[in-house]
């Protein structure tokens, strides 16, 4: 069984496009997050939730809006998208404390 | 947040050991000092991490500095599945706690 797993895998749009990511772990952790790793490979915090509550929001463009429906889901939406928005998605989740994070494998965004 | 300092990049051979440093002198006295890695084409991997004392897991141990301000990530015999970018990240843990990914060290594992 997928730990954290994200939908979908691969994404590719046009700018000015709505699209939404979506994750669900099954680890009973409190905390997710999401991280965005660009072309660069530089992985940088976008969000974190705790038991549905927002917590971390790391200076993100308001063209992204995460959405915690339950503790075991933290989905991404991202209104108009840019070609700067090209990058690898990660979600994450945690017990929290110095417990460590199981991260997804990913959801490839290109916009075109 | 305290700055890390990693090599950017590091060669072993297959079955050898590989030791991985990090310099963390700025690392607050409630830091633990985590470490993950990240496979090509994949999501980072939680590996080990510590406060004071040394650690070990089945994957790694670590070998933490008594004035902590550095540590070293030892894989005890390299396999070529151990190819990947590492990451030190010294983290408190609290309510608002995140991870803060830097640059890493980039191994690469010959056979």
């Known amino acids: 069984d997928t730990a954290v797993s994200q939908t979908p895998k691969y994404l590719v749009t046009q700018m000015g496009n709505d699209k939404s990511i979506k994750c669900e772990q099954n680890l009973g952790h409190d905390t997710m997050y999401w991280y965005k790793q660009d072309s660069k490979k530089f992985l940088k915090i976008m969000f974190s939730y705790n038991n549905k509550e927002l917590i971390i929001n790391e200076t993100v463009p308001n063209r992204f809006s995460p959405k915690s429906p339950d503790k075991a889901h933290l989905n991404l939406h991202i209104n108009s998208l840019e070609l700067g928005d090209s990058a690898v998605y990660f979600c994450a989740s945690t017990h929290g404390g110095n417990y460590g994070y199981t991260f997804g494998s990913g959801t490839r965004l290109t916009v075109v | 947040d305290a700055k890390t300092t990693q090599p950017n990049s590091m060669e072993s051979n297959e079955e050898e050991p590989v030791h991985l440093p990090c310099n963390h002198s700025t690392i607050s006295g409630t830091d633990y000092i985590h470490w993950y890695r990240q496979l090509p084409s994949q999501g980072p991997e939680y590996v080990i991490h510590?406060?004071?004392s040394n650690v070990n897991n089945r994957m790694a141990s670590l070998a933490i500095a008594e004035d902590r301000k550095s540590s070293t990530l030892i894989l005890h015999r390299a396999t070529l599945r151990d190819a990947a970018v590492y990451y030190c990240i010294p983290s408190y843990g609290g309510a608002t706690n995140k991870l803060i990914f830097g640059t890493g060290t980039l191994l690469a594992v010959q056979p």
């Open positions: 510590g406060l004071t």
